[in-house]
């Protein structure tokens, strides 16, 4: 078996890996840079307009022969890990043949960002998997693990082939609401493996204000004890775990989460799969209908969603009436100036900002600041930090180990035995 890391040995993000054999090829996550090569962030527009020939050119897409629409298929399947676009976001591009391996979870993610975020990957060949059943790719014997990360249903791989083993880690933690998967694997990790790419976002990070899910969820209760107007939530709604915190903290408070159709149609889609997920019809969970978002649900022929979503909606007055009791999700801060602007005396407010601080711009700071809210960030990461890393590790305990998916590859060997750093495109033979 042979490896070849097209993108991903000293970034965080656009991973992509390919296994081969000398009868079967398989790629390992497609996904969207999300910083160019010198650093600076990967603004999704310039691939606009762009064939796929010039976006190889530009490096944006990998030369990897038999991938794309318009060439002679020859890659027998693309695994995917998890529900980010900088693992799954360059799809669009592949051949419609080439089957795409996914949980049933992220595939309902993939279909929810094509529909509201312009990032369609559409029509895609796909075949379902499941938590620790074994399936065949070419030559490949493949078995998923679903871990804990703050993507929904996300998974890492073990991939068999000429009697090596390879196991990719994907973007995992040890400290979300999932942990008991980081704990299983550790505790009774798969056995004999030859090669372990593995992710390394939290290293060359500084250490985290909270710990793990349990402390975001404490420190929400406090802050929405504390309020004496509208409280606000910056986080992403495709992160259930940080949903499911806030969701918790208003029941113990007998707060009022409010969220937007976007967020109900998510967590709809996700109750379906896990019956434990809030959806909008659940106790103190209300809907603020926006314009943008109702009319993408009506457009994609879901006028009938709408109106189930109405028996739960929550106009202005009654926010204001209750204001005090209300935690609102803010996530797009275009419309945010806009709801703050009919909401009476919002001095003072807070706004949890429950995402990494790297998304939190001046601009928005110099906003928040004029209005009089107080930002407090309450977060932490999707990532395993350090320590979790060397468990990790040290219970699979392979003859080589890989870094992937990380901007400080060179610290690997300060932390890991059997560290072997590649480059991107290099070929390394297990």
Request: with cysteine; hydrophobic share 40%.
């Amino acid at each position: 078996m042979k490896l070849t890391i097209h993108r991903g040995t000293q970034e965080i993000g656009g991973s992509c890996v390919e296994l081969n054999t000398t009868t079967s090829r398989i790629l390992i996550d497609f996904g969207m840079p999300l910083v160019k090569k010198n650093k600076e962030r990967f603004e999704s527009d310039i691939l606009e307009g762009k064939t796929i020939e010039e976006l190889k050119g530009l490096s944006i897409l990998p030369q990897i022969d038999g991938l794309y629409k318009d060439e002679n298929k020859s890659i027998d399947g693309i695994l995917i890990s998890h529900s980010h676009l900088d693992h799954y976001g360059l799809l669009g591009y592949v051949h419609p043949d080439i089957p795409i391996y996914l949980s049933e979870g992220a595939k309902e993610l993939i279909d929810v960002t094509s529909l509201f975020v312009h990032r369609e990957v559409k029509n895609l060949n796909v075949r379902f998997v499941s938590n620790r059943e074994p399936l065949t790719v070419g030559g490949f014997k493949i078995t998923p693990y679903l871990v804990d990360h703050s993507a929904f249903d996300a998974l890492a791989f073990l991939i068999e082939a000429d009697d090596k083993r390879l196991f990719y880690s994907g973007d995992f933690r040890g400290h979300g609401r999932k942990s008991v998967l980081f704990k299983q694997m550790v505790d009774n990790p798969p056995k004999d493996i030859d090669c372990l790419l593995m992710e390394g976002s939290m290293l060359g990070r500084s250490e985290q204000l909270y710990n793990n899910e349990k402390e975001i969820e404490s420190r929400i209760v406090d802050i929405l004890k504390e309020n004496s107007t509208v409280t606000f939530l910056s986080a992403s709604s495709q992160n259930i775990d940080r949903l499911v915190s806030a969701y918790r903290a208003c029941l113990k408070t007998d707060s009022i989460f409010v969220i937007d159709l976007y967020t109900a149609f998510i967590l709809d889609k996700l109750n379906k799969i896990s019956k434990g997920i809030p959806r909008f019809d659940w106790k103190n969970i209300r809907v603020k209908f926006l314009k943008y978002h109702a009319d993408v649900l009506a457009k994609n022929n879901l006028k009938d969603l709408l109106y189930l979503y109405n028996e739960r909606k929550i106009d202005m007055d009654e926010i204001n009436d209750k204001k005090d009791r209300i935690l609102m999700l803010a996530r797009d801060n275009s419309v945010f100036p806009l709801i703050l602007n009919k909401i009476d005396s919002t001095k003072g407010a807070k706004i949890i900002y429950s995402m990494w601080n790297g998304y939190l711009t001046d601009e928005f700071k110099h906003f928040c600041n004029e209005k009089g809210l107080i930002i407090e960030q309450v977060h932490t990461s999707g990532h395993a930090e350090l320590e979790d890393l060397k468990k990790f590790a040290n219970a699979l305990n392979p003859k080589k180990l890989i870094p992937i998916h990380t901007f400080n590859k060179e610290k690997y060997p300060e932390y890991f035995k059997n560290v072997q750093i590649l480059e991107d495109e290099e070929v390394f033979a297990l």
